[in-house]
């Protein structure tokens, strides 16, 4: 079965950096596209960045263009979020989910249903915060 854990997250300063890890079992990479989700309180949740499964195409949030990047290293089935020049508004639960379509796809979507993101990790907490 299908399993994602996130790790990385924690509090951060205004205008600070944190990169996050979304460590994958149960299938290699190239079989599924990697969604990187967020949930501030009282929000909903929302897409804020993908890769594809051919790892060649990927699609940011306007929210998060220039500031933050995703990769991904297949030898360690390992997806990265590396998120630069934080917010106080980057306040949120980040989840890293698994998407369908099947391998070598070169497209990815932010929207969870759309992008038929079936497997979720447990989140973790980002606080951007003085």
């Known amino acids: 079965q299908l399993q994602l854990v996130e790790s990385g997250g924690g509090l951060v300063q205004p205008g600070g950096s944190l990169r996050l890890s979304c460590a994958v079992s149960g299938a290699t990479l190239d079989l599924v596209a990697i969604g990187w989700f967020r949930q501030a309180p009282g929000k909903e949740r929302e897409g804020a960045v993908c890769?594809?499964?051919?790892?060649?195409?990927?699609n940011y949030a306007d929210s998060v263009k220039g500031r933050f990047t995703i990769s991904r290293d297949d030898a360690k089935n390992t997806v990265y979020l590396q998120m630069n020049s934080l917010k106080p508004e980057d306040t949120a639960v980040y989840y890293c989910?698994?998407?369908?379509?099947?391998?070598?796809?070169?497209?990815?979507?932010?929207?969870?249903?759309?992008?038929?993101?079936?497997?979720w990790g447990q989140g973790t907490q980002v606080t951007i915060s003085s």
């Open positions: 989910a698994a998407g369908g379509g099947g391998p070598g796809l070169h497209v990815c979507y932010l929207d969870e249903r759309y992008g038929e993101y079936d497997y």
């Open positions: 890769i594809s499964s051919s790892g060649g195409s990927t």
